[in-house]
Structures are given as C-alpha cells and as structure tokens.
Nanobody, 128 residues
Framework: QVQLVESGGGLVQAGDSLRLSCAASGRTFSSYDMGWFRQAPGKEREFVSAITSSGGSIYYADYADSVKGRFTISKDDAKNTVYLQMNSLKPEDTAIYYC??????????????????WGQGTQVTVSS
C-alpha cells in the first residue's frame, strides 16, 4: 500500500512558476513509476507527465504535448518524493493536480487506469 500526499499548489499569475511535490509512504518508492495528472472543472482527468526507470538509477520522463518544454518531472528516492516543476504557467494550466503511483513496469503510463495509487490533489490556479 502506498499513500501519496501532494503539496505546492496555489494561485499565481500567467508566466509564473510553481513546484508541486508528492510525498509517498512506504519503503519501496524506488520501485514505483510515478505520474502527474490534472483535472479542470467539467473536464476529464488528463495526463501531464510520468517518470519511470530502466531498473537502475537512470530515470526517463514523458510529457503531454501541452506541457512539454515548460514542466519538468523529477524523482528523489531518498526523500520518497516526486516533483513537478511548472514554468511559464498559463491560465489553461488551471486544474487540480494529482500524483499517482504504480509498481514499476519500465514503460510510461499515460492513462489513469494504469495507476494503482492516487493522492488527494492540489489546486493550481493561474490568473491571466
């Protein structure tokens, strides 16, 4: 069982930056793939970014086209935490952001159904 707790959301202006954190419980964090999703009012939950490894200490990242070049995902196994650095924020980035986890499968998971564990979400609001 893995418990996930997101933090770092808030209200910012267009062009600003935020860093979201997702702290995980458990002692096998290094063996989990992690993902970030977001859900805007009236919309489906959508993929934002994912991170996986090849089994060693090298991690690979995947991004939705809408955030590529602006967002960066990273994973700190020593702190049991995954981060989402969000730069050049736009009003359309406004949503509740969720982190998700699943046992490592060594490929990127872009659908919510591939993840087993979810956090409660953190609100990100970007004003124009």
């Amino acid at each position: 069982q893995v418990q996930l707790v997101e933090s770092g959301g808030g209200l910012v202006q267009a062009g600003d930056s935020l860093r979201l954190s997702c702290a995980a419980s458990g002692r096998t964090f290094s063996s989990y793939d992690m993902g970030w999703f977001r859900q805007a009012p009236g919309k489906e939950r959508e993929f934002v970014s994912a991170i996986t490894s090849s089994g060693g200490s090298i991690y690979y990242a995947d991004y939705a086209d809408s955030v590529k070049g602006r967002f960066t995902i990273s994973k700190d196994d020593a702190k049991n935490t995954v981060y989402l650095q969000m730069n050049s924020l736009k009003p359309e980035d406004t949503a509740i952001y969720y982190c998700a986890a699943r046992p490592t499968a060594f490929y990127f998971a872009r659908t919510r159904y591939e993840y087993d564990y979810w956090g409660q979400g953190t609100q990100v609001t970007v004003s124009s």
